[in-house]
């Protein structure tokens, strides 16, 4: 992995082994962590691309609960059956008040603009707009214990990484930008929508992009009372196409290569749940889509 992302190893890895302890994650997923610890050999934990994968965002089956009902979204769609999204390290680089960068801890949510759908320029004190292919991200949020019912008033905090694999606030060069961080309030139908860019693949991780679920919008602000925190998983197709065909990305189309879904230390037990369905091109910007069941 490129020196932003490893310079402070030790501290993003004692920030994931926490949330490991403090939030419900799949058992084997934690296994694999411990069974690092004792061989010495430690699983990078953050954003960054192999396996096969569609843009319909077809894979194997992940161990979650599901339950079944139908629910409508305001595009006319229904969910006959949803299930739980599994939950994730938030990685080194959350912003969300958990760790500290170079300058301390550091906490977008309780910083005033943070609540913004277009989340490619920097806010507040910081400016600076964030280069790469557009993306939509649109999740749709349902609860798994009342048949998929669509949760309205929840709201999300997402972030991701650069098209160059760094993370605003925290990486070499980006430290003073706050871009591709944002937060939304589902609608009626459970939706919110982000305005951002295709992130790109850094070594070690697939192309991922990250978020946080909170009950309402004054919770999102405490960082450390979500309902679910996840990552979202796009297709391989679709950013072999990115990487290929956009200036900027030349080291994601290496990274790639060398990394499959299978060896990806979140996503090689499974992600059914989280891979993204993709469409556009990068010529007219893309658009991902996800149910969520919390």
């Not at 939509?136 to 048949?147: N, P, R």
């Not at 999300?156 to 993370?167: E, N, Q």
Request: glycine share 12%; charged share 10%.
């Amino acid at each position: 992995m490129n020196d932003a992302h490893d310079s402070d190893p030790g501290h993003g890895l004692r920030h994931d082994l926490a949330r490991l302890g403090l939030m419900p994650a799949p058992r084997r997923r934690a296994l694999r962590l411990l069974g690092g610890l004792a061989a010495g050999t430690l699983p990078l934990l953050g954003c960054g691309g192999g396996g096969s994968s569609d843009s319909t965002g077809s894979s194997t089956s992940s161990s979650t609960s599901t339950a079944s009902g139908t629910t409508s979204s305001g595009s006319g769609s229904t969910v006959s059956s949803c299930s739980s999204i599994p939950s994730e390290t938030a990685g080194p680089y959350p912003g969300d008040g958990t760790n500290s960068n170079s300058s301390g801890v550091v906490n977008v949510l309780t910083q005033s603009g943070i609540v913004r759908s277009d989340i490619r320029s920097s806010f507040g004190t910081m400016s600076g707009t964030a280069a790469g292919v557009p993306l939509t991200v649109t999740l749709k949020l349902v609860s798994v214990s009342a048949a998929c019912a669509s949760l309205e008033g929840y709201a999300v905090y997402l972030w991701h990484c650069t098209r160059d694999g760094g993370y605003s606030l925290y990486s070499s060069g980006v430290t003073a930008q706050n871009y591709l961080r944002g937060v939304q309030v589902s609608d009626a139908s459970g939706e919110l929508t982000f305005t951002t860019i295709f992130p790109g693949c850094y070594s070690g991780r697939w192309p991922h992009i990250h978020f946080e679920v909170f009950s309402s919008l004054s919770t999102a602000t405490s960082g450390n009372s979500d309902v679910r925190t996840s990552q979202l998983a796009l297709p391989e197709s679709v950013c072999r196409s990115v990487y290929t065909g956009a200036s900027g990305y030349t080291s994601s189309v290496t990274n790639l290569n060398a990394i499959t879904l299978a060896s990806d230390n979140i996503f090689s037990d499974g992600y059914s749940t989280q891979m993204a369905t993709v469409t556009g091109d990068v010529t007219n910007g893309l658009a991902a889509t996800l149910t969520v069941g919390v």
